[in-house]
């Protein structure tokens, strides 16, 4: 199930060619990831408690329509791979009314905060990925 | 030919995971796409004042190693297309040693400023464009 | 009356000490300040479409303890000044708890778009600024 | 003696006005600062791998005058004060002909990683502050 975040945008988050830098946009689906993985009780921070981090190894996006200034947007956000190694999320970023300016891709793997190297997550986090993906699946 | 643009890592681009925040190779692609265009006598100021905006359409990045505060990269650009319409390039940003770090690919395309069409540039820049995309597909 | 603003802070917004840089409270105020004008009647977009841009000229900041990730943080901006020719805005950033994490003052002036020029606001701004100041006095 | 750092103004740092986001300058001082204190010998990285961080506890600027897109600026920073408790610098940003576009102050203390408290330097680092700090009063 696509998960729904508001996002207002600021004066700051726009370019001089009067619409927000498409880099931007790249931090919003952060906002969504991050998001997602709470309403299934997963933080960040419990992550980073545990030792873990979580680095984007790729991300892609298409731009369709530009957003401008005090637009009030939703970041969507619906997971396609959460697996003990790596998470796949797909985003859509939508105008007030609900016409698709944005859509993008991402994939993190979880590695070792002390070693670096790429880590599978003990059950307690992996349950909880293993049973947001079968929803997914089956929604 | 690649243009290569040196980039040391400030504080501001690391985040809490004491590596640079990915968005922030999106950015650094956009230095690159930049100086590419000045190396071959195209400015986005000159663009702009003409009237042409050249939104992004496309990016992505594969993320291979994290960079760190002060580490002292290059950014290496090669245009891929640069057509009437539309300009691809690729991106490489690699450390001291010259490993490489990031991987990227971005699309834009020419639109009219005034109307937000898609519009084909007039000969005094295209000339350049062909001229610099000859010089790549024959290196 | 002070204006609140909710902000909870994203990963992005966090550097390598684990806490957000303290840049992004100075893009907070802005935050603010936006939603301020905008309950007294004022949007940027109405000022900017008039021809009146509102460069900042002052900001400080100080900074008594930091925001991590993650943390509901709210944005309290008040206005010390609405003048024809100025705003200034004082700001406090809170935690959950209403502990005061950072201060912060700001200046703008108002310029005419097309010559940067200082400029004076005409009376249909300046009456709802006004009006707003004289409900900061008297509260 | 103020230390000099050249910065060429990218497209992600303008904003919808067509002029840098006043929020860049407080970064670009960081650059500055950086840059000081490696000319002296101290690497922030030593710092934090000795577990100090250097929070900043005040900033401030004053903005005279807007800088757009290519251009190419200069960071100067001078230290004011340099002790085993803080540090303070001044910072004048300014355009290729040395036109002061921005100027501005912050202050940093020193704190324990771990503890988070305000503590003092050992003579590793704080000798080489007094030295540049005697070098600053002298000039």
């Given at each position: 199930m696509a998960i729904k975040v508001p996002y207002r945008v600021n004066f700051?988050?726009?370019?001089a060619m009067a619409v927000?830098?498409?880099?931007n946009y790249i931090r919003w689906f952060e906002i969504g990831r991050v998001e997602y993985l709470r309403s299934i009780g997963i933080t960040l921070d419990d992550l980073m408690e545990d030792g873990y981090v979580f680095p984007i190894t790729e991300v892609s996006a298409k731009y369709r329509s530009p957003a401008r200034f005090d637009d009030e947007l939703t970041i969507e956000t619906i997971a396609t791979a959460l697996t003990k190694a790596k998470m796949a999320f797909d985003y859509r970023i939508t105008d007030k009314e609900g016409k698709v300016l944005v859509t993008g891709h991402t994939q993190n793997v979880f590695t070792s905060r002390e070693t670096g190297q790429i880590v599978r997550l003990p059950a307690k986090y992996y349950e909880k990925l293993e049973k947001a993906m079968e929803a997914e699946v089956a929604s």
């Amino acid at each position: 199930m696509a998960i729904k975040v508001p996002y207002r945008v600021n004066f700051y988050d726009t370019d001089a060619m009067a619409v927000v830098h498409h880099s931007n946009y790249i931090r919003w689906f952060e906002i969504g990831r991050v998001e997602y993985l709470r309403s299934i009780g997963i933080t960040l921070d419990d992550l980073m408690e545990d030792g873990y981090v979580f680095p984007i190894t790729e991300v892609s996006a298409k731009y369709r329509s530009p957003a401008r200034f005090d637009d009030e947007l939703t970041i969507e956000t619906i997971a396609t791979a959460l697996t003990k190694a790596k998470m796949a999320f797909d985003y859509r970023i939508t105008d007030k009314e609900g016409k698709v300016l944005v859509t993008g891709h991402t994939q993190n793997v979880f590695t070792s905060r002390e070693t670096g190297q790429i880590v599978r997550l003990p059950a307690k986090y992996y349950e909880k990925l293993e049973k947001a993906m079968e929803a997914e699946v089956a929604s």
